[in-house]
C-alpha cells in the first residue's frame, strides 16, 4: 500500500493495524501521532487549544503524555509493563514512584472478575490521581509484599489536539462526519471508525455539500469544536458520528434529537435492506449529544455497528485487532457511501408544468427510454417526480412513496428537468 492509497478492505486492515498500538488520550502526543498517519491519506488542517481555554462551560485540560509504567515485584520482574499494553495504565495518571504494599497497591488496581483473563481501559481525565489496569488472573498471582510501582508522565500545560478534512462542496451547506481520537489500543472504539472515516473522505469528489470530517477527542473535543465555530453551525445540513464500525454485530443508527431530521430519514432508507437496528436519540453515548444538545440542536446521528457499551469486549484489551474484521468494516464504508449518496442528491423540485401531465413524447423523453430494459420503470419515476414535485417534496419522498429505487427517482428529476419541465 502506497502513502496514500485506501481502496480495499486490506488497506482498511493495514490502517487499523498501524493505529492500533499508539497510546492515545484526550490530549497528547499519541492524539498527534495519530493525526500525523491520517494524514498521509487525507489532508488535515491541525488545530492546537492551549490548556485554560475555557470552551462552552468546559475548560481545555492539561496535556498528558506518558512514557513509561510498570509495577515490580520482589526479584524486579514487571508483573505489570505498560510496554506490552498501554491499557495497563489509568488514563492521565498522575507521575508516581515509590514502594508499597499489595495491601496498599490494591487500591489502585481495576480489573474485570467476570473476565478474568481481559484488562480493562479506565481514565481519570478531570481528577488527578494514578492507577493500573491488569487482568484478574494477573493480580491473583501476586503475593502478598513490597512492590515497586512506577509511572513516568507529566501532566502539564500544553494543549488540546484536533484535526478537520474538509471537501468543498457546491455549496457552502456542510455536511460533517465526526470520529472519536482519544481511545487507546481499542480496535473497534474507535480505531475502525478513524480508518472508515478517511477511506470514505477520499471517495468524495465535487459532491453537492461541502463535507467536513472532524478527527477529535471524546466530548471535550466536540464542545471544543462547537465552540470554536458557532458560526459554523447554521451551515451544517446533516451529520454522522461514527463509532464501532468494525465489530461483527450489525449496524445501528441512532436518530438524532429532532428524530426526524433528514440524516434520520436517509439513514432509515438506506438501511431498509440490510441487517440493521435503529434507535432513538438518548444523551448518552459518544458526540452526538453535543451535537445535539438543545442549544444547538443539529440534524446529526450515530453509526456504529453494536452500540456503545453492548458488547463485552468494549473498553476492554478484547477489543483487539482480532475482534475487527475487514468485512464488517468494508459494510460499514459501503453504508457511509449510500447514505451520503442518496443525502448528497436529494433535492425538492417544482413542476414548471402542473396542470395536467406534460406531453414527455414531444419532449423526447419517451424517445430515450426506446429499448431500455427498465423503461417502465424510468417512465414511472418520471410521472412520480413530475406529481410531486411541488417544492415541499423531495425526490426522497419519491422513492419512499414509490417504491422506486433512489437512483431512477434521481434520473428521472435530471432528464426532466434538463427538458425544462423541474426547476429547483
Given at each position: 500500500?502506497?502513502?496514500?492509497?485506501?481502496?480495499?478492505?486490506?488497506?482498511?486492515?493495514?490502517?487499523?493495524?498501524?493505529?492500533?498500538?499508539?497510546?492515545?488520550?484526550?490530549?497528547?502526543?499519541?492524539?498527534?501521532?495519530?493525526?500525523?498517519?491520517?494524514?498521509?491519506?487525507?489532508?488535515?488542517?491541525?488545530?492546537?487549544?492551549?490548556?485554560?481555554?475555557?470552551?462552552?462551560?468546559?475548560?481545555?485540560?492539561?496535556?498528558?503524555n506518558i512514557r513509561d509504567a510498570y509495577i515490580k515485584d520482589a526479584s524486579g520482574r514487571r508483573v505489570v509493563d505498560?510496554?506490552?499494553?498501554?491499557?495497563?495504565?489509568?488514563?492521565?495518571?498522575?507521575?508516581?514512584?515509590?514502594?508499597?504494599?499489595?495491601?496498599?497497591?490494591?487500591?489502585?488496581?481495576?480489573?474485570?472478575?467476570?473476565?478474568?483473563?481481559?484488562?480493562?481501559?479506565?481514565?481519570?481525565?478531570?481528577?488527578?490521581?494514578?492507577?493500573?489496569?491488569?487482568?484478574?488472573?494477573?493480580?491473583?498471582?501476586?503475593?502478598?509484599?513490597?512492590?515497586?510501582?512506577?509511572?513516568?508522565?507529566?501532566?502539564?500545560?500544553?494543549?488540546?489536539?484536533?484535526?478537520?478534512?474538509?471537501?468543498?462542496?457546491?455549496?457552502?451547506?456542510?455536511?460533517?462526519?465526526?470520529?472519536?481520537?482519544?481511545?487507546?489500543?481499542?480496535?473497534?472504539?474507535?480505531?475502525?471508525?478513524?480508518?472508515?472515516?478517511?477511506?470514505?473522505?477520499?471517495?468524495?469528489?465535487?459532491?453537492?455539500?461541502?463535507?467536513?470530517?472532524?478527527?477529535m477527542p471524546g466530548t471535550i473535543g466536540a464542545i471544543t469544536w462547537l465552540a470554536r465555530n458557532n458560526d459554523r453551525?447554521?451551515?451544517?445540513?446533516?451529520?454522522?458520528?461514527?463509532?464501532?464500525?468494525?465489530?461483527?454485530?450489525?449496524?445501528?443508527?441512532?436518530?438524532?434529537?429532532?428524530?426526524?431530521?433528514?440524516?434520520?430519514?436517509?439513514?432509515?432508507?438506506?438501511?431498509?435492506?440490510?441487517?440493521?437496528?435503529?434507535?432513538?436519540?438518548?444523551?448518552?453515548?459518544?458526540?452526538?449529544?453535543?451535537?445535539?444538545?438543545?442549544?444547538?440542536?443539529?440534524?446529526?446521528?450515530?453509526?456504529?455497528?453494536?452500540?456503545?457499551?453492548?458488547?463485552?469486549?468494549?473498553?476492554?484489551?478484547?477489543?483487539?485487532?482480532?475482534?475487527?474484521?475487514?468485512?464488517?468494516?468494508?459494510?460499514?464504508?459501503?453504508?457511509?457511501?449510500?447514505?451520503?449518496?442518496?443525502?448528497?442528491?436529494?433535492?425538492?423540485?417544482?413542476?414548471?408544468?402542473?396542470?395536467?401531465?406534460?406531453?414527455?413524447?414531444?419532449?423526447?423523453?419517451?424517445?430515450?427510454?426506446?429499448?431500455?430494459?427498465?423503461?417502465?420503470?424510468?417512465?414511472?419515476?418520471?410521472?412520480?417526480?413530475?406529481?410531486?414535485?411541488?417544492?415541499?417534496?423531495?425526490?426522497?419522498?419519491?422513492?419512499?412513496?414509490?417504491?422506486?429505487?433512489?437512483?431512477?427517482?434521481?434520473?428521472?428529476?435530471?432528464?426532466?428537468?434538463?427538458?425544462?419541465?423541474?426547476?429547483?
Amino acid at each position: 500500500m502506497s502513502n496514500r492509497d485506501l481502496e480495499t478492505g486490506a488497506d482498511l486492515r493495514r490502517l487499523v493495524e498501524r493505529l492500533y498500538p499508539l497510546c492515545r488520550s484526550i490530549t497528547g502526543d499519541g492524539v498527534r501521532r495519530t493525526l500525523e498517519i491520517v494524514g498521509e491519506h487525507v489532508p488535515l488542517e491541525i488545530h492546537e487549544v492551549p490548556t485554560g481555554t475555557r470552551v462552552l462551560d468546559w475548560t481545555v485540560p492539561q496535556e498528558w503524555n506518558i512514557r513509561d509504567a510498570y509495577i515490580k515485584d520482589a526479584s524486579g520482574r514487571r508483573v505489570v509493563d505498560f510496554g506490552e499494553s498501554n491499557l495497563h495504565v489509568v488514563g492521565y495518571s498522575v507521575p508516581v514512584s515509590r514502594k508499597m504494599p499489595l495491601s496498599e497497591l490494591r487500591e489502585h488496581l481495576h480489573t474485570l472478575p467476570d473476565q478474568p483473563s481481559w484488562v480493562p481501559y479506565r481514565t481519570s481525565y478531570y481528577a488527578p490521581t494514578w492507577g493500573f489496569c491488569l487482568a484478574q488472573e494477573t493480580l491473583d498471582a501476586m503475593p502478598d509484599g513490597e512492590y515497586e510501582v512506577h509511572i513516568d508522565s507529566t501532566l502539564a500545560d500544553g494543549s488540546l489536539t484536533y484535526a478537520e478534512h474538509v471537501v468543498p462542496g457546491e455549496v457552502t451547506d456542510e455536511v460533517i462526519i465526526s470520529c472519536h481520537t482519544c481511545h487507546p489500543s481499542l480496535a473497534n472504539d474507535n480505531v475502525a471508525g478513524i480508518a472508515i472515516a478517511a477511506a470514505f473522505a477520499r471517495t468524495l469528489v465535487k459532491p453537492h455539500y461541502t463535507y467536513r470530517f472532524l478527527f477529535m477527542p471524546g466530548t471535550i473535543g466536540a464542545i471544543t469544536w462547537l465552540a470554536r465555530n458557532n458560526d459554523r453551525v447554521g451551515r451544517i445540513k446533516a451529520g454522522l458520528v461514527l463509532a464501532c464500525a468494525g465489530d461483527p454485530g450489525s449496524l445501528t443508527y441512532k436518530r438524532s434529537r429532532r428524530g426526524d431530521a433528514e440524516i434520520d430519514r436517509v439513514l432509515a432508507y438506506v438501511l431498509a435492506d440490510r441487517a440493521h437496528k435503529i434507535v432513538d436519540f438518548s444523551p448518552y453515548g459518544y458526540d452526538e449529544r453535543q451535537f445535539c444538545s438543545p442549544g444547538f440542536n443539529l440534524g446529526v446521528g450515530s453509526l456504529t455497528r453494536t452500540p456503545y457499551a453492548g458488547y463485552p469486549e468494549y473498553h476492554t484489551s478484547a477489543d483487539n485487532l482480532d475482534f475487527v474484521s475487514t468485512e464488517a468494516m468494508e459494510e460499514t464504508l459501503q453504508t457511509l457511501k449510500d447514505t451520503f449518496a442518496v443525502l448528497d442528491r436529494n433535492r425538492s423540485y417544482v413542476n414548471l408544468s402542473p396542470y395536467g401531465e406534460p406531453q414527455l413524447g414531444k419532449r423526447g423523453l419517451y424517445d430515450s427510454l426506446g429499448g431500455r430494459s427498465d423503461a417502465k420503470q424510468a417512465q414511472m419515476a418520471m410521472l412520480w417526480v413530475l406529481n410531486l414535485s411541488d417544492g415541499e417534496h423531495s425526490l426522497l419522498d419519491v422513492a419512499e412513496r414509490s417504491g422506486l429505487p433512489f437512483d431512477s427517482v434521481v434520473a428521472a428529476a435530471r432528464a426532466l428537468h434538463d427538458a425544462g419541465l423541474l426547476k429547483d
